[in-house]
């Protein structure tokens, strides 16, 4: 099981660690997840899931990201509901897509 250390990891640009990487462990586990988010001060938005606990690690980390970023100021300005791309990669997050993970069945 996927254990929160006590304060949450920060990457020097701000960004908490487990954002560096949608295959950093704690997305495996959904009450890491949970404790995560409130660590962090964020309500997640689990879109076609229901519950953290129903949801597979990658809407896990799509539901954290997008409510970290949203809460951070990496929003785009300019398109509503839209992450600033660029700031976010240089701020060191993991953009890649779930799309493929979507298609998959979990096991």
């Known amino acids: 099981m996927a254990r929160l250390r006590q304060a949450p ?6 960004v908490p660690v487990e954002l560096t990487s949608r295959h950093h462990p704690v997305w495996a586990d959904p009450a890491a997840v949970a404790r995560l ?11 076609h899931h229901g519950t953290v606990k129903a949801a597979p ?5 799509d539901a954290f990201r997008d409510s ?8 785009s300005k300019d398109y ?7 700031r ?5 997050l993991d953009m890649s ?5 979507r298609l998959r069945r979990e096991a």
């Open 9 to 14: 990891a920060i990457v020097p640009g701000g």
């Open 37 to 47: 988010a409130a660590a962090h001060g964020l309500t997640l938005r689990i879109h």
């Open 68 to 75: 970290w970023c949203e809460a951070n100021g990496y929003m």
């Open 57 to 61: 690690w990658w809407a896990r980390f």
């Open 88 to 92: 976010c990669r240089e701020a060191g």
């Open 80 to 86: 509503p509901n839209t992450f600033d791309w660029r």
């Open 97 to 101: 897509a779930s799309s493929r993970y």
